[in-house]
């Protein structure tokens, strides 16, 4: 705010911020395009690729991600350390299962900027499996981020009212039962 | 449409003949009624999702299962869309009530992995094969979300609906 003194604006407009992200049921992509904006700093508009000006992110709940489609059992993970005979492919089940926190890691990792910043950024990224988080990354947050994907609700959510006051499209016939 | 029931009460020498409207059988009136399917009497076209379980909660039996087209009365194209949805709402988890019945006295396997969370799945979860070679750019094996029948359905972003990821 302008109404600072000068070193307080300095410092506001320069000091890194902890950004919380909840993975609840939201597709990893969209997490990941997220962060991976907020550790460059594309978010200030101070920005420039040579200062290192990003902030940290907290991703939590990494294990409840939910893909769109058939992406996990279609989506393939490969690696190939260099030696023969190493080529792995992981389907997204088998990696999550593995790892619940490498499908957001990988995917970050793709959408940073292919230079030496990139290992500082992704140092800068904590990824967490369940929504438990330690005292230290507690303490530091500041903003949580809006989920970029609706949650839809379950039939079992809906209260009665809601389910009464929704009008019937069609009447079933008098003779017809077994529903 | 208000049905009601014919009471009739005797004090004597007068006998009161009344009609009791059942409240809960007022229904409200669709905005098309003179429509051969129940989607085009309420002019749901091109409005409804996988999201929309209490829509598509009036089609399906109690174990999930969907109801004959002679009995619900809807035509072919918005039959094929209910099912569509009602298989994309099964697999995404939002009608967790509607399972089929397991034989008594089952006790289920303790299953190794939890269930995965996904949404808008075309195929069924046992029948896809992972895509192990994508292929370059210009012939690149795509994952299908959602699905071809639904893309007439209004948008109210700019953003187009892709189908192919």
Redesign the interface.
Same mark, same amino acid.
């Given at each position: 705010m302008s109404s600072f003194s000068r070193s307080a604006q300095q410092w506001a407009t320069f000091a890194r911020s902890w950004f919380l992200i909840d993975a609840r =049921?939201q597709p990893p992509g969209k997490i990941a395009s997220m962060c991976s904006v907020r550790l460059q700093g594309k978010h200030k508009p101070i920005y420039h690729p040579m200062s290192d000006i990003g902030d940290h992110v907290v991703v939590m709940n990494t294990r409840?991600?939910?893909? &769109?489609?058939?992406?996990?059992?279609?989506?393939?993970y490969s690696s190939h350390t260099g030696y023969p005979g190493s080529f792995k492919?992981l389907?997204a089940?088998q990696m999550?299962?593995k790892d619940p926190t490498a499908i957001i890691k990988l995917a970050v990792y793709g959408m940073l900027p292919k230079n030496l910043t990139r290992r500082t950024m992704m140092q800068r990224l904590h990824l967490f499996t369940d929504d438990v988080l330690p005292e230290d990354i507690l303490k530091n947050l500041t903003e949580e981020l809006p989920q970029p994907r609706e949650i @839809?609700?379950?039939? &079992?959510e +809906?209260t009665q009212e809601?389910?009464d006051a929704? @009008? =019937?499209?069609?009447t $079933? $016939?008098e003779d +017809?039962r =077994?529903? | 449409v208000v049905c009601f029931t014919v009471v009739e009460k005797k004090d004597g020498k007068t006998t009161v003949i009344e009609g009791v409207i059942d409240p809960t059988s007022e229904q409200p009136q669709p905005p098309n009624p003179t429509a051969s399917c129940p989607i085009y009497r309420w002019n749901l076209q091109n409005k409804y999702n996988y999201t929309d379980v209490l829509l598509l909660s009036q089609f399906i039996r109690s174990d999930g299962g969907m109801l004959p087209r002679r009995i619900t009365g809807l035509c072919a194209q918005e039959h094929t869309k209910i099912v569509i949805c009602i298989q994309m709402a099964h697999r995404a988890g939002l009608l967790p009530d509607h399972k089929p019945p397991l034989p008594e006295g089952h006790v289920p396997k303790p299953k190794s992995n939890p269930p995965l969370n996904r949404y808008l799945t075309r195929y069924s979860v046992k029948s896809v094969k992972p895509i192990y070679k994508t292929g370059l750019k210009w012939c690149k094996k795509r994952m299908s979300v959602g699905h071809p029948a639904l893309k007439n359905n209004v948008r109210y972003s700019p953003k187009p609906l892709y189908i192919k990821h």
């Open positions: =049921m409840h991600i939910a893909f &769109s489609g058939n992406k996990w059992e279609q989506k393939v492919q389907t089940a999550h299962k @839809p609700r379950k039939l &079992s +809906y809601e389910r929704f @009008p =019937m499209l069609w $079933p $016939p +017809y =077994m529903k | -």
